[in-house]
């Protein structure tokens, strides 16, 4: 769930796919480009990871008209948390035609990830928000690991749609990441950076790991009194409860 068909096809028709264009072609084939899938810890409860990326399955278990671009979360009523410290980048609303969701971009330096250089910078998108949920943050503003962004809900408000936020992570030249234009298709809002580069999702929440055995990548859970100092990537984007 994310992208109607009817804006896929009016980016490609613009050719404005820049962002998602070479995501794409990688994930053309309809496998998953990664092959990373998540390991949970005993003792949590997580809400589930429901589509991977690269997927070519929706969660209604219908065929996607497009690979996946990111990673479906959660159960009704999941709060998301920031996955790493950031700044929140943008706000912005979304009209689908089956119903509105506010949409959240942070960006991350390396040094928010724990990770070396100064090449590349993240931006982590969260879609299907409700504007209530998201009240509290301001564009601009920090935000530190395991603040609270919103709640998983029904993408649109709309009950038919299981409950779920989709995120969408990107790699970007740290000195083109101001090259950031936004485009409205119907009342779909997007934003596009030819430079960005779409990445796994669970690839930045593997970083911590030193090394990936068949794909398996550990989730980790925020804890409040965690110390992340060293810590590398992301955490997982969703509070679990202690069972
Ligand atoms: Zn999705």
């Not at 009016?10 to 998602?20: E, I, N, S, T």
């Not at 309809?30 to 949590?44: A, D, H, I, Q, W």
């Given at each position: 769930?994310?992208?109607?068909?009817v804006?896929?096809?009016?980016?490609?028709?613009?050719g404005?796919?820049?962002?998602l264009?070479?995501?794409?072609?990688a994930?053309?084939?309809g496998?998953?480009?990664t092959?990373?899938?998540?390991?949970?810890?005993e003792n949590?409860?997580?809400?589930?990871?429901?589509?991977?990326f690269?997927?070519?399955t929706?969660?209604?278990?219908?065929?996607?008209?497009?690979p996946?671009?990111g990673?479906?979360?959660?159960?009704?009523?999941?709060?998301?948390?920031?996955p790493?410290?950031g700044?929140i980048?943008?706000?912005?609303?979304v009209?689908?035609?089956?119903?509105?969701?506010?949409?959240?971009?942070?960006?991350?330096?390396?040094?928010?990830l724990?990770?070396p250089g100064q090449?590349?910078?993240?931006?982590t998108?969260?879609?299907?928000?409700?504007?209530d949920?998201?009240?509290?943050?301001?564009?601009?503003?920090?935000?530190r690991?395991?603040d609270?962004?919103?709640?998983?809900?029904?993408?649109?408000?709309?009950?038919?749609?299981r409950?779920?936020?989709h995120?969408?992570?990107?790699?970007?030249?740290?000195n083109?990441?101001?090259?950031m234009?936004?485009?409205t298709d119907?009342?779909f809002?997007?934003?596009?950076?030819?430079?960005?580069?779409?990445?796994?999702?669970?690839?930045?929440?593997?970083?911590h790991?030193?090394?990936?055995?068949?794909?398996?990548v550990?989730?980790v859970?925020?804890h409040?009194?965690?110390?992340?100092?060293a810590f590398?990537?992301?955490i997982?984007?969703?509070?679990?409860?202690?069972?």
């Amino acid at each position: 769930m994310r992208i109607p068909a009817v804006f896929l096809t009016g980016l490609l028709l613009m050719g404005l796919a820049g962002a998602l264009g070479a995501a794409r072609d990688a994930l053309a084939d309809g496998s998953p480009p990664t092959e990373l899938t998540p390991v949970y810890p005993e003792n949590f409860a997580c809400g589930p990871i429901t589509s991977l990326f690269g997927s070519m399955t929706d969660l209604d278990h219908s065929r996607r008209s497009e690979p996946h671009v990111g990673i479906d979360l959660g159960n009704r009523g999941d709060v998301v948390i920031a996955p790493a410290d950031g700044v929140i980048r943008a706000i912005w609303r979304v009209e689908h035609g089956w119903g509105d969701d506010w949409n959240v971009l942070l960006l991350h330096a390396p040094a928010d990830l724990n990770l070396p250089g100064q090449a590349v910078v993240y931006f982590t998108e969260f879609d299907h928000l409700r504007r209530d949920d998201i009240a509290h943050l301001t564009v601009g503003a920090r935000v530190r690991r395991g603040d609270r962004i919103g709640v998983v809900r029904h993408p649109g408000n709309n009950a038919q749609f299981r409950a779920e936020v989709h995120l969408e992570v990107y790699e970007v030249p740290a000195n083109r990441q101001d090259e950031m234009t936004w485009h409205t298709d119907g009342g779909f809002r997007y934003w596009v950076n030819h430079a960005a580069r779409l990445i796994d999702p669970l690839s930045l929440l593997a970083q911590h790991q030193r090394e990936i055995v068949d794909g398996h990548v550990e989730i980790v859970p925020y804890h409040a009194t965690g110390d992340y100092r060293a810590f590398r990537g992301f955490i997982y984007p969703l509070s679990c409860p202690n069972e």
